[in-house]
């Protein structure tokens, strides 16, 4: 079972990413995903999640700017970030909600002021 993060990059703030999170060794259809960052020097900190029936829950520093996703035939969690501010910034897993997978290498999210 692995998860493997991708679409991270430099950004100028305001501008957007667009995150995907590809599952792989069973189907994870049925189980709440979620998107958890950390940046440097904290801890950390859960960004959004998605149940299996695809009801959608965000943190409050995030809600209106980013947008969770799944797209279950393809096994794979996506995250529409938008408006990105200095903030944001931060190395970006997915993982089941709670996780119960071995975390992924995650993804970069660089944003500049």
């Known amino acids: 079972v692995q998860l493997v993060e991708s679409g991270g990059g430099l950004v100028q703030a305001g501008g957007s990413l667009r995150l995907s999170c590809a599952a792989s060794?069973?189907?994870?259809?049925?189980?709440?995903m979620a998107w958890v960052r950390q940046a440097p020097g904290k801890g950390l900190e859960w960004v959004s999640g998605?149940?299996?029936?695809?009801?959608?829950s965000y943190a409050d520093s995030v809600q209106g700017r980013f947008t969770i996703s799944r797209d279950n035939a393809a096994n794979t969690l996506y995250l529409q970030m938008t408006s990105l501010k200095p903030e944001d910034a931060a190395l970006y897993y997915c993982?089941?909600?709670?996780?119960?997978?071995?975390w992924g290498q995650g993804t970069q999210v660089t944003v500049s002021s």
């Open positions: 993982n089941t909600d709670p996780s119960l997978i071995t």
């Open positions: 060794g069973r189907t994870f259809s049925s189980y709440a």
């Open positions: 998605i149940s299996g029936a695809g009801g959608t």
